[in-house]
């Protein structure tokens, strides 16, 4: 009997795979437990046609991600803090932060656990951030912090 796997199994293959395997194996315990289907022809044109689906969306989604790259390579962020006695900044400026002026400012929305700010940000002055979007593609974004 020939079935397609829909989860990986242990010592028989992973996801996506069609195994040969006994009709008892195959129909009472990977059928039975919702690990493989039997691999009929529909079923496996179901399949590659999800897995079509699936690579497009991937790719425009990768193509969105470069576009926000672009932008945000190109774009600078200003925020506005208000100062010490000192000349350095009351705390420090945060993720959040940075992910709500670039939505107010910019109207680009990030996520910000995707923002990656090496040391603490507590004076004025300009830095460079990053930003994780995905799929292995980093954005760059300059930020200025000026002082009220």
């Known amino acids: 009997m020939k079935v397609l796997l829909i989860k990986d199994v242990k010592d028989l293959g992973k996801k996506g795979e069609i195994k040969e395997v006994k009709d008892g194996y195959g129909q009472n315990f990977l059928i039975g437990k919702g690990f493989a289907l039997l691999a009929t022809n529909e079923v496996m044109r179901k399949y590659e046609s999800d897995q079509r689906k699936k690579a497009a969306a ?63 940000i507590k004076t004025t002055g300009d830095f460079d951030v990053s930003i994780k979007l995905g799929h292995g593609i980093h954005a760059v974004l300059k930020l200025i912090i000026l002082g009220e």
Not at 80 to 88: F, I, M, P, V
């Open 58 to 120: 991937e790719a425009e989604e990768i193509a969105n991600l470069k576009t926000i790259e672009k932008k945000l390579g190109e774009l600078k962020l200003t925020v506005k803090r208000k100062l010490g006695a000192n000349g350095s900044l009351f705390g420090a400026v945060t993720k959040d932060e940075i992910a709500h002026d670039l939505k107010a400012q910019h109207n680009i929305e990030i996520d910000k656990k995707t923002i990656e700010i090496e040391h603490a």
